[in-house]
């Protein structure tokens, strides 16, 4: 196999099983002059397992990266080759490197990919749900703010999404979900490639039904919004206004219209009516 020319290597490791790392993978972590890794005990311990050795291996992650770059930058111009890796999957999707790879291109120093496995394919390959177009989200924001925005971002966009989430935040999450995107099918994709790997295959709306004790790396699959289960708003607002006539308060009117239409919370439903009340 040829040395791998002076370069930044974007490097794609194993999501659980050190099987998927590729041969051409371990000879450019091997030949490379430095391994910059999100954790470097995570990524010591699969070199182990792979019998993979490097010549050097140093921390790269959200917290250093922007004091660590230049000095990376300076290696590069001066000849080296540096290989970036993730703690698992595809390096920048939803982890640390955009920065780098832009700023190298930008100053015209040479950046290579090298394929391998990635969390989002591999799960959106095995779910059964409709695969094109889809959205990839990365990890939701932490607040319910930041979480509403971006489902009411892609709500109205016709394709699947997938995200990561981290098990303590899950049900609450997909709660929100299910409040703005309406009924949809959903996959949640646990310890992909690793011995105790599961897809469970439900509805968003019955995401409060979710057991509280999901270990393990979850990638979340929500399928394309269902049309023809959620009634057009037009009619929504029809069916408002004539509640309007009949009176009550605009609590109680909102609850009336959410039993007689499809697809719609209480608070997209109470939204509307607010409109309504103060054109």
């Not at 430095?34 to 050795?53: I, K, N, P, W």
Request: glycine content about 8%; some cysteine.
């Amino acid at each position: 196999m040829p040395s791998p020319t002076n370069r930044l290597w974007i490097v794609a490791t194993p999501l659980g099983n050190p099987g998927d790392l590729s041969p051409r993978a371990c000879h450019i972590l091997s030949s490379a002059d430095l391994v910059l890794a999100e954790d470097t005990r995570r990524t010591a311990r699969l070199l182990a397992q792979c019998g993979v050795e490097v010549h050097r291996l140093l921390s790269f992650h959200d917290h250093n990266e922007k004091e660590r770059q230049e000095g990376v930058l300076r290696m590069l111009r001066h000849g080296s080759t540096i290989a970036l890796v993730s703690d698992a999957g595809t390096p920048l999707m939803a982890d640390p490197g955009y920065r780098l790879v832009r700023a190298c291109r930008k100053e015209g120093l040479p950046v290579s990919p090298l394929p391998g496995p990635s969390a989002p394919i591999t799960a959106l390959s095995a779910a059964g749900i409709a695969p094109l177009p889809y959205s990839f989200l990365g990890f939701l924001p932490r607040d319910n703010s930041g979480r509403d925005t971006i489902f009411k971002t892609f709500a109205a966009i016709p394709g699947t999404l997938i995200f990561f989430e981290r098990k303590d935040r899950l049900k609450e999450s997909l709660l929100h979900a299910a409040t703005i995107l309406g009924p949809r099918e959903m996959a949640i994709c646990r310890e992909l490639t690793k011995e105790h790997e599961e897809f469970i295959l439900t509805r968003l709306e019955a995401a409060a039904n979710l057991s509280d004790n999901l270990l393990g790396e979850l990638t979340i699959i929500i399928g394309p919004p269902e049309q023809h289960l959620r009634t057009p708003q037009n009619d929504v607002l029809l069916r408002l206004r004539e509640e309007l006539t009949i009176g009550g308060k605009p609590r109680e009117i909102a609850r009336r219209v959410q039993d007689m239409v499809c697809g719609w919370s209480g608070k997209e439903i109470y939204g509307l009516l607010h409109t309504l009340l103060h054109k």
